[in-house]
């Protein structure tokens, strides 16, 4: 993560329309690929529970789908920063990348309100993985959202020629994506053993009296 | 604001995010760790209690219950 931050923020050189604010580029693009990447392996665990019927997908898929949430936060967040550098307004709703991306990440936010309405049990269980399927629908519209729209708002850096960028930007790039990933990865082993500890708990408890 | 200053924020957001969701897991760690202990010491001294207070021994005549049984059965 260090140094994600030291090739974005001091070696890649500075870009000659935006200036210092694309640096933050470096930083919100790969939270935005990892908040998208949590919510597919939320989908993915969701539908591996209703098809193997094993619970423990339910908690992976849950603690997933939290990653992405607040993965998703953070995007909205460095995103709004950015704008309100480049275009002088902290959100725009003329922008279909962000318009979807917002309900990407209110549905999912929705996605805990069904959770924690429902007693803990297998139904539950059920109910959050069928809604964590639907939401999957939306990852690839909102990804491409940016390519089908035509409002050319907001900023289109990969196309079919390759990135629009400078070897260096694409090597602080590369790194930084790698960094964030890693780093959520690391988030989710620790959400998770601590979930699985406080259910283990919890049952001993239980079996105890 | 300046363009530098907007950058600092950016990151400075995510560094407070990542940094509160980490003290958050470390608190929530810790609970598990002060449950786990708990759970040991109610399991630990009943564990060394159950076997003399619960222990009978059986004689000629009936059961012999607790510190009887611990003496009949020496």
Not at chain 1, 46 to 75: C, K, M, N, P
Not at chain 2, 18 to 45: H, M, S
């Amino acid at each position: 993560m260090g140094a994600a931050i030291v090739l974005g923020l001091l070696v890649a050189p500075e870009d000659a329309d935006q200036g210092i604010s694309q640096r933050i580029f470096y930083i919100h693009v790969p939270i935005a690929l990892t908040s998208y990447f949590c919510f597919g392996l939320g989908a993915w665990k969701a539908l591996l529970l209703l098809w193997r019927a094993d619970q423990r997908y339910d908690l992976e898929s849950y603690v997933a789908i939290h990653q992405g949430t607040i993965f998703g936060a953070l995007t909205l967040i460095t995103g709004s920063i950015w704008a309100k550098a480049s275009w002088g307004v902290w959100w725009t709703w003329s922008s279909n990348q962000l318009v979807l991306f917002l309900v990407l990440f209110l549905f999912y936010c929705a996605y805990f309100m069904l959770r924690f309405s429902l007693e803990d049990g297998p139904r539950r269980a059920r109910s959050s993985a069928v809604y964590a399927l639907f939401g999957i629908v939306l990852i690839p519209v909102s990804f491409l959202a940016i390519r089908l729209a035509e409002d050319f708002v907001h900023p289109t850096v990969f196309t079919r020629e390759g990135p629009q960028m400078t070897a260096t930007m694409f090597v602080a790039f590369c790194v930084s994506w790698a960094a964030v990933t890693l780093l959520a990865y690391v988030l989710y082993r620790v959400e998770l053993a601590g979930k699985r500890l406080d259910a283990g708990l919890r049952e001993l408890r239980e079996a105890i009296g | 604001m300046s363009g530098g200053q907007y950058v600092a924020a950016a990151y400075g957001a995510v560094f407070v995010v990542v940094l509160a969701y980490v003290a958050i897991i470390a608190a929530k760690l810790q609970r598990l760790e002060r449950e786990t202990v708990e759970l040991l010491e109610r399991v630990r001294p009943s564990a060394r209690e159950e076997p003399a207070a619960g222990r009978t021994a059986l004689y000629a005549g009936g059961v012999l219950q607790g510190s009887e049984a611990e003496g009949a059965s020496e």
